[in-house]
């Protein structure tokens, strides 16, 4: 029966059928012998690698000179670590602080902050933390530089006075031999390690490995501030300065820590390297303690007021809400969220002003470039390449010379007032004001964009057929019927691509608002490059900056959901 059945198969050929059973008998392989569906997942996959291969040199110069760069420049506007590396221990004890009441700080947040600024001002850091705060409380500058310049009064008067019991406190080498102590004894590197991070953070580079000098540890347990300080100081003259500690005189505030440290030590039972020395100091009478409040009241009597330290504490966090609070008028206090004073309160006015200005162009462009993009599409092709030619024409000049252009002409002896003067269409009394102000702005920018709008409604336009009017036209419509029912809505597709072109670059733009629209037609964007070059307030530019993308992309979101951005077209 088999050897029948075979015959009749070999005789009518194979068949699906027999196909089939082959198929279900196994899968079905490829020329090497694998499985053809594995095979052809790891060729699709090679594939995909070549062509990431291909734009991966792309991707990394977008990544590194694009991404990265804006990436960095958006996280200025929540990153607020200035305060904190600059005064760390003062942030520290202020935490403690009940900044609700009208009492000052304690002794300890003075003594933290003569430590801090005093470190601080040596490496020339301090100004940057007064500019930080002066963007929130005005004439914080002002307090930071005038202090930096007068903290080391005090150590200059203990100085002095230790000189006055000891010469040798004057010399690098007895403080040398103090704080290192006994050559067996062991060394307190973790403070060591702690200097070196806090000074890297201050001095925003990454200092290389570390000192010689570390103190020992009996003389950090017995003079802690002292220890500290003189860390800072060897960490500084060694990795930052490059210098030879041992040869270095101790900075000023060296000696007001020692002083602080002899008024609650007893070092009586101290017999380690200079020990006798540090006795006698001690019974002299000489290192009073320290009287921090009063240091700074006469320094600077805002340092005896509650303002200044509650700006301080409202601000020290490392990341702020402060910036994006600024950028809506807005501002941080230790109350919380509150407004702006009524001066101050421009920033959501030209928000407001910068939409409907860049509305106002758009709808500009629209008006004044479909007419143009409709005879470039229908005329014959030479004459449109030549007028195409004039529509590019603005591109081969420079936009500042274009601005500047704007700015003779619209001036009330300008070009255009002078030929409506000529023609009589006003007195020569009644110019017309069309500089710095929004008029200015409007008509400049509109001349600049106009051909971002342009060049996609003619791109459209020339894939519509004349046909179409033309069977519009033989089936009683009018001209203007055809038109409106038939050319325009196929129109539609390119009048979006333009209009979102000339809005978004609009939007952004801050050369010719800043040239021709004085104070009345000034954008956001002229804001945002005020805070970049000149206020140097970079984390406000990127809060506004932010905001400015985020009402971009919901208005696109917008756009996308009502007119659908998949009918948007550029030919």
Request: proline share 5%.
């Amino acid at each position: 029966m088999s050897d029948a059945s075979d015959a009749t198969t070999a005789k009518r050929g194979p068949t699906p059928d027999d196909g089939l059973k082959v198929a279900k008998s196994g899968p079905v392989l490829a020329a090497d012998g694998t499985p053809l569906k594995r095979s052809l997942a790891r060729a699709l996959r090679m594939q995909k690698m070549r062509a990431l291969m291909l734009i991966a040199p792309l991707l990394v110069f977008v990544l590194l000179s694009f991404i990265v760069p804006i990436v960095s420049m958006l996280f200025r506007s929540v990153e607020n670590e200035i305060v904190e590396n600059t005064l760390p221990y003062t942030t520290e004890q202020l935490a403690q602080w009940d900044g609700t009441t009208d009492q000052l700080p304690g002794e300890p947040v003075y003594q933290a902050l003569y430590f801090d600024m005093f470190l601080a001002a040596e490496l020339k850091r301090h100004t940057r933390l007064g500019t930080r705060l002066n963007y929130e409380s005005t004439g914080m500058s002002s307090l930071f530089r005038q202090s930096g310049r007068k903290l080391d009064d005090p150590g200059k008067d203990y100085r002095k006075a230790f000189q006055g019991v000891d010469d040798g406190w004057t010399d690098p080498a007895t403080w040398l031999s103090l704080m290192t102590g006994d050559p067996a004894a062991d060394r307190d590197t973790a403070l060591v390690k702690a200097q070196k991070a806090r000074l890297a953070r201050l001095d925003d580079s990454r200092l290389p490995g570390l000192p010689e000098f570390a103190p020992s540890v009996e003389i950090s347990e017995l003079l802690p501030l002292t220890a500290r300080t003189y860390t800072a100081f060897a960490v500084m003259t060694e990795l930052v300065d490059e210098k030879d500690m041992a040869k270095a005189k101790p900075i000023e505030s060296v000696y007001v820590a020692l002083a602080a440290d002899l008024a609650a030590a007893d070092v009586t039972g101290y017999s380690g390297p200079e020990a006798d020395r540090l006795k006698a100091l001690a019974a002299s009478g000489a290192a009073t303690a320290p009287d921090f409040a009063a240091i700074f009241a006469d320094i600077d009597k805002d340092w005896a007021n509650v303002a200044t330290w509650r700006t301080i504490q409202t601000h020290a966090a490392p990341y702020t809400s402060g910036y994006f609070l600024n950028a809506v008028d807005m501002r941080k206090t230790p109350e919380g969220a509150q407004a702006q004073p009524e001066d101050k309160r421009i920033l959501v006015k030209l928000f407001i002003r910068t939409l409907i200005m860049s509305l106002i162009i758009t709808g500009s462009c629209i008006l004044l470039g479909y007419p143009v993009a409709w005879i470039l599409a229908n005329l014959p092709m030479r004459s449109a390449n030549l007028l195409m030619i004039l529509v590019l024409l603005p591109f081969w000049t420079s936009l500042l010379v274009r601005t500047s252009a704007w700015k003779v002409m619209l001036q009330q002896q300008g070009v255009i007032n002078e030929v409506l003067v000529w023609l009589g269409m006003v007195g020569d009394a009644d110019r017309l004001v069309l500089i710095n102000n929004q008029t200015g702005t409007i008509i400049a920018m509109t001349h600049i964009l106009l051909p971002f709008m342009i060049l996609p409604m003619y791109s459209v336009m020339q894939t519509i057929q004349p046909s179409y009017l033309r069977a519009a036209k033989s089936l009683g419509a009018t001209n203007w019927t055809a038109f409106w029912r038939v050319y325009f809505p196929q129109t539609v597709p390119g009048i979006g691509a333009g209009s979102i072109l000339v809005f978004i670059l609009s939007i952004g733009y801050y050369i010719t608002p800043e040239i021709v629209g004085g104070t009345k037609g000034v954008f956001i964007s002229n804001r945002i490059a005020y805070h970049i070059s000149s206020s140097l307030n970079w984390g406000l530019a990127a809060a506004l900056g932010t905001i400015l993308l985020i009402v971009v992309l919901l208005l696109y979101w917008a756009y996308d959901k009502i007119v659908g951005i998949d009918n948007v077209k550029l030919g």
